[in-house]
């Protein structure tokens, strides 16, 4: 019993140690995720104006306007929250769209096998090779700027790395015996697919949607900043777009241009923490299973 | 030997194909969006001002003709090198691009070569190092970079750097009425800001890749057996891990390419350097399509031409690929 | 191994630095009395008079001179011509030339490559404003003798012609021009040889700079400026950087002042004043569609004018540049300019009070109004693409949601705005501007709410339309000032436009290095006169 007890133990401290040591990228990640997020949800609560009303233009940061007002005498703070919004709404639907579509690419690819894998896995490779950001130039250049546009744009030409990574996966999990046996047991492809290969996939596709939000939050800002972006909208990217062209730069009002840089990067750097934390965290589980 | 060549072969193949469906959708795009397709072929600049250029462009440009024809002239036309003419610099498509390319090009090869010394000494000593403080560090620094959006960082560069500090210049390639030595040297200063910035971009790409790739590498078998043999650290770092991390790195350097393609096109804007991005987005500006496409052919052709040398690198070094022996 | 990398590095790195460090000494060039110029809003394409920025270059007078030219208050002075007469009726000019006007090459200016430049302009294409003009009206030129040319019209324009077409109309030589079918495409090294007071010399590929000297034979005297570098910039804000920090002396674009927003900043900077003259564009308008309802009705276009804030406008979009435009839209700087008309009033009561009498009645409770007949009315605002425009319009839809109004912004990709507003012209509202020469011109900035051939509005009321042809056909500058009086008069009455600001035109200059700019009207103090003005300092 004490030997079990003792060997318990070792084991259950070890994987805390380890737990510990992998999880503070994580932590730090989720912490400020949860900050945007409030952010975001309690927008109307936490912004002190209404970032549409305009005001007086170019006032310099004050105790009635922290950060300042923009060029048509918004508030720059206000701005700022509610910008969470949409940052956030395009990274995550960009990111959806993506994966989804990826997901289901290779979830077939990686299962069917054959024709069906050559054909889509060529298509993929074709798609991955294509330079995205000139390709989604030109696609935002011929619509109109909105931004589901945007969301669709982004959506459409960055499945492939998810639909490579499922696919993969999906190739070993089709091998292993609870397969076989679901198969023996006559369960058709498709619920063998989705009742038993998807679960296991999610990991895979956890962590690619993770930095999926990260990238589709950093493009929406270079469309953005390429006046392709969706003028109406109060995004990051848009606010800095207006900062860099409405005198912002020239005129050093740091308040108005910095504050949107910043939380791009913290919003994206949240999500990178924890993409890159979780792949610390699997290799390490990897090698404590190897041991 | 033909295990090799078949598998280029294959990738050939792989990339002629993409090639052609690239040259496609650039066909079809301005075609299939809403609006006038003419629009979108010769730029708004002429449609709107003059009915009778645009009824004799139509025909001069073949518009009147079934999609099929279309197709086929258009093809013609590439093959002969003809990438149309844009309206906005009253130049033919090529002229423009192959000037400018060249100038994307000076930025972009000191770059993606810094870029990929600074990565793979960063990431192979984090790697190394994992855990340690010195990982923590190095790896928050450019988990930090990653975040950035490229463009804002070169702004607070030039501001800071050029404006604020006048270490560098504000914008361009070089000032004028130089020649020989001194132009050169005008125009590595004009260089200096923004191949740091993508040298900086280049460097936490690869920094990741290294890193997790050593990291991998480290915890392999003949690792153990090395130290267990005796060998000094740095010795089984060089020696050992560095060689079997590196395949995968030669081919990411090659792939860089098309990656740094998209962040050169953000910091030439920023830095008014006159290549391809700041091409691309004064195409964009001016809705003069025929230079808006002829910029993604060529940048697109780069790239796949990057890719598949990265095969061939990768078919070289990789010692599974070769005829038969083992690793 | 640590050590040695970083100790090697770190060595690398300081070469690196020591090395740049003295490039840059190295790049401190002596500054002679060259005068540089700063170019931002078209890009050096090609080397050719008819491509731009050249195309723009009757106003500059670098290369290319017009037969006459504008003088600082926008009268017409005399250039290539030293005088000219009009016809009784109306419908044609001779001119007479200056006599020793040569060439850049050396051969002598004629009549016959006047005439020549005008029948030149007639067949280029005419997405060319000049070459609407004369395709519409020049009925061709005849050369009278070696220094006299006659230019007939088909109708009685010749005074407007005089007025506005002339000084932007520059004379080409013949013997370069003759046989380029497509003037536009043409690359040969000639392409920009003139008779102006400067001669172009070369184009620096690399650094996007243009280089001219002085022209020592100019029929006028060689010009106080020894030689021009013009300097293009890809960004306005790197342009007023270089400005301020002494890389070039002055902006030079055509027509493009320098927005309140940055003179702030401007002028806190060494040695750079800010050159301020009457704009006689309008820097923001707003036009109606009389295509959709209810922007075809009159009280609902006044109460629309009564709701918008044009203080809060000129403050945000001027930085306070500017005044609150009148209600005859043109600007006072306009030869010709209405007096009487009184100001635009932002006075929300009337608004309300105008809409609730046209039956704009918020029947259903919503804190919207509906039309007449009961139906929504849901109106959008389409602004031109750049961000100025669509942040006045996101400003003018936020004042009239204030007093009831469902208007919304609507934001387009740049084709389907093109086609909007020129093509089908479907618009309720438009949020754009009008350049000097559409204010100059016969139909006074009609073009923008009349619809007639050649122009690009959507009114067809027979008053305004009758009114704008005859302004066109005017006599002489009298009859031309009455017409644009009714012009303004019926503008003031209808409204079918609204100026949003009367901006002051701001173009900054260093003082350092060259004193005695001549500001222009409009145009600012890169002009023809200022070539004989400035002294170095």
Redesign the interface.
Known sequence: MSEFDDRFRANFELARRSARKASWPVLIGLTLLSLFFLLAVFAPFIAPFDPWEPGRPFLLPSAEHPLGTNDIGQDILSELVYGTRISLFVGFFAAFVSVAIGTLVGLFSGYLRGAADEVLMGLTDIILIIPALPLMIILAAHTSPNIWNIIIVIGALWWTSTARVVRSRVLQLREMPFVEAARGLGAGDAYIVFRHILPNTLQVISAKFILAVAGAMLTEASLSFLGLGDPLQKSWGMMLNYAFSRGGFINGYWWWYMPPGICISLAVLSFVLMGFGLEEQDRRELETSKL | MTERTGYLARQALRYAISLFIIVTLIFLIPRMMPGDPFISLLGEEVYYRSPDLVEQLKTQYGLDQPLSEQYLSYLHNLMQGNLGYSFHYSQPVWDVISYKMKWTIVLLIPSVILGAILGIVMGSLAGWQRGSGMDAWITSLFLFIYSMPHYWLAMLFVLIFAFYLGLFPLSGITAGGLEGVQKLRDVLWHMALPVFVLTLFGATYNFFIMRSSVVQVSGEGFVLTARAKGLAEREILFRHVLRNALLPLVTVIALDFGFMVSGALLVEIVFSWGGMGTLVYDAVLARDYPLLHGSFLVIACCVLAANFLADVLYAVLDPRIRGGNAA | ??RF?RET?LACGLVLLLF?MG??A??A?ENGNVLRLGLQSD?F??M?AF?LPWGNGAVFGMTHIPLATFKPDLDTAPCLAEKWEVSSDGKSITFHLVKNATWHDGKPVTAEDVAFSFEYWKKI???DARGNWYGSYLDHAKVIDNNSVELVFNESVAAVTLASQIPITYVIPQHVWKGVEKP??Y?GADALIGCGPFIFEKF??????A?LKANPNYFAGKPAVDAI?W?Y???L??L???LE?GEIDAKADYYQPV?G??A??LVKADNVDLIIVPDIGVPLHLVFGFKQYPTNTTSFRQAVSYAIDYQ?LL??IA?GYGEIPGKGYNSPALPGFDTDLPKLEYNTTKAKDLLNSSGFIDKDGDGLRESPDGSKLRIPITPD?K??Y??AA??IS?NLRKIGLDVY?E??????L??KL??DRDYCMAVRYSTPYANLAGDTAAEYYVDLPGMFGTCKDAKITGIVNEAIRSKDIDALSKSRRAIQEYVAEEQPIIALIWGDAIYPVRTDRWVGWTPMNGYGPVNYWSWFSLKPK
């Open positions: 191994m640590n990398r590095l740049l490039t840059m190295a790049s060039t890009k394409t090609q050719n491509v294409d005419k997405s536009k495409e690359n620096d590929n690399d650094a996007q700079i280089y570098e300097h910039y890809r960004s804000d790197t007023l950087l270089a920090k927005s927003i940055y702030a900043d809060a403050e945000m930085a693409t961000p100025q669509v942040r996101e400003v936020q912004v934001s387009l990709s740049s084709d389907a093109k086609k020129w093509t």
